[in-house]
């Protein structure tokens, strides 16, 4: 894919390691001794600072500062140095001593110049030892002694004898403690550390002239070393001890970094080739590990778009990505939902639209139906009473008036049918239930109609051959139902055919079927012939198809009951039935 995701990511991880590698070099070389040089000049006046600040706050003397002046020399890093008014070092004219703190914390400096060197060597800092001294000879100044004898407590031998004098005991001093400091100045120490002639260099200068190797820069001394090239940093500050003033001096080498830079750009090309390896490989699996669920979050997104909401992401981590990957889920989720509902919706707004159209229809239907029967009987009513007003023959008077009574009951017929049918679609009827006997009342119908099936012809077949049925229902209405089907039968059976009556016992209700031969209704009719008004052969009177309204008030009173009817055609006609519970 020409626009991939991982592309991208591999192009951007690739050119950003890339700058880093290239930065890191830059600074390298125009950027990093600057720093170095800045850093090591703060901390050389840091040293000074702290190191004047600890000899005030604990109030060293003399052989103290000159102590933690060596110690420090070893811990820092660095050079530390006392000097005198007359730009003296304190200590320097001693080429070997060592410092003994005795039990009360008073330190003394024990000189060893009288040594040999295997002796000294015998003497470790810590170590436990015991001085003879003589008192006469100790410099108070200082407090600087000469040992008569030194013994060593923790070897317990003698590490060294010195001058044996013939004097008085009262003058022979005794010191007991440990070995605080060793100093043991020789020619190895001075070729390494190089300091020391630093000093010497800038104590002159500072007494006479300054030299061009020196150069002032915020309140700090450097001082060029011609030999090596470094820079060596010399601070120092002012300090009152035991009344008087000394400096503290602090000498640090800047060493130079430029050779090691340079060797360092020789190796720039290998550097690079692994840097550049290394990039790669890690930009190929930072932008596959990215874009693999960026991919899935694109193909759920894509399916979403075309409707398709069955695809689910995995959910690994709960980081940015597995937080948007559960809330696709989700959105998918609620998404297929609504559209779910939103469909179901849609099909009961389109069966309600398609109801209400089928509702205007049968509205259209019916106010043109009603129309219809109440013109044919109005139009006779009409015609027969204009003949009786124009005075016609006396013997047909009787006749007339016959007729325009016969059309009357006919139109109140047709407006109490549809009283009644409004009145069950309404929901306004209620059910009056108590028990009956329905064979009585089927007799009784079918007595009431026996003109009707004398004029065609019709023989009934009862088939109801118990004495008694008894259900429970409403009366009237059940009663409606048989005159409403015997007469649909009668209606529509050709003369000379059968009515067929019987009955279906089942365990809880009664099925009563009501069969006309010699007919047949389409299949495509068998649903409709419910609806009011319906007629299947619309070309035929209404004499002979009646006002349509009766099978759907069938219709009604069964759907008030909540029991079951039908219709359905057989080998020899057809049968209608309906149920009542027993």
Do not use: C
């Not at 001085?131 to 060593?152: A, G, R, T």
């Not at 010191?175 to 104590?203: C, E, P, R």
């Amino acid at each position: 894919m020409k626009n991939s995701i991982t592309k991208k990511l591999f192009f951007i991880t690739v050119v950003m390691f890339s700058l880093f590698f290239i930065g890191i070099i830059i600074f390298q070389n125009y950027f990093f001794d600057k720093l170095y040089f800045e850093t090591k000049k703060k901390e050389v006046n840091e040293f000074v600072e702290e190191f004047y600040n600890q000899s005030i706050k604990n109030n060293w003397d003399l052989n103290r500062n000159i102590t933690k002046a060596n110690e420090w020399s070893r811990d820092k890093n660095a050079k530390f140095y006392l000097i005198d008014s007359n730009y003296q070092i304190v200590d320097d004219y001693m080429d070997k001593f060592i410092l003994v703190e005795d039990d009360d914390s008073n330190i003394h400096r024990v000189d060893l110049s009288n040594l040999e060197e295997s002796k000294i060597s015998m003497l470790n800092e810590n170590d436990a030892i015991e001085i003879e001294y003589d008192k006469k000879l100790v410099d108070k100044e200082i407090n600087f002694i000469y040992p008569l004898e030194i013994y060593s407590i923790a070897e317990g031998v003698t590490i060294a004898e010195g001058v044996t004098i013939a004097e008085p005991d009262e003058n022979i001093g005794i010191i007991k403690g440990n070995i605080a400091y060793k100093q043991n100045i020789d020619t190895s120490i001075q070729i390494i550390d190089n300091s020391v002639n630093i000093l010497y260099d800038f104590l002159w200068n500072v007494r006479n002239t300054k030299d061009t190797n020196y150069f002032m820069e915020e309140g700090m001394e450097y001082y060029k070393d011609q030999i090596t090239g470094a820079i060596n940093a010399i601070s120092n500050k002012k300090i009152n001890i035991e009344g008087k003033e000394y400096r503290v001096i602090v000498i640090s080498s800047f060493y130079a970094i430029d050779e090691a830079g340079n060797v360092l750009v020789k190796y720039y090309p290998y550097l690079a080739l692994f840097a550049l390896l290394l990039i790669v490989l890690m930009a190929m699996i930072y932008s596959i590990f990215i874009s693999k669920p960026l991919k899935r979050i694109n193909t759920a997104a894509v399916k979403m778009a075309n409707m398709d909401f069955s695809y689910k992401l995995p959910v690994n981590s709960k980081d940015e990505v597995g937080v948007l990957s559960d809330s696709l889920n989700k959105m998918a989720l609620n998404l297929k939902n609504n559209l779910e509902e939103l469909k179901r919706v849609n099909e009961k707004l389109y069966e309600d639209i398609e109801w209400e159209k089928e509702q205007e229809k049968i509205r259209k239907e019916f106010v043109a139906n009603v129309s219809h029967e109440l013109k044919t009987p109005l139009g006779v009513i009409k015609g027969f009473a204009e003949g009786v007003k124009d005075g016609i023959n006396e013997n047909k008077k009787d006749h007339y008036m016959n007729v325009i009574l016969e059309e009357v009951e006919n139109m109140n017929s047709l407006v109490m049918e549809m009283l009644l049918l409004s009145k069950l679609e309404d929901g306004k009827s209620k059910l009056n239930k108590t028990e009956f006997d329905i064979l009585e009342m089927i007799d009784k119908a079918l007595l009431k109609l026996t003109n009707k099936l004398e004029d065609k012809s019709l023989m009934v077949d009862n088939n109801l051959r118990v004495d008694k049925i008894i259900v429970y229902a409403d009366k009237d209405k059940i009663l409606q139902v048989i005159q409403n089907l015997l007469t649909n039968a009668i209606i529509h059976s050709p003369k000379e055919e059968r009515i067929k009556i019987y009955l279906e016992q089942k365990q809880k209700t009664i099925r009563f079927y009501f069969e006309n031969t010699g007919v047949y209704i389409e299949e495509h009719s068998l649903e409709k012939i419910w609806d009011r008004f319906y007629k299947i052969d619309k070309a035929r009177n209404r004499k002979e198809t009646g006002t349509g309204l009766g099978l759907a008030i069938v219709k009604n009173i069964m759907l008030l009951h909540k029991n079951k009817y039908g219709v359905e055609n057989t080998a020899d006609g057809v049968r209608f039935y309906f149920e009542l519970n027993k």
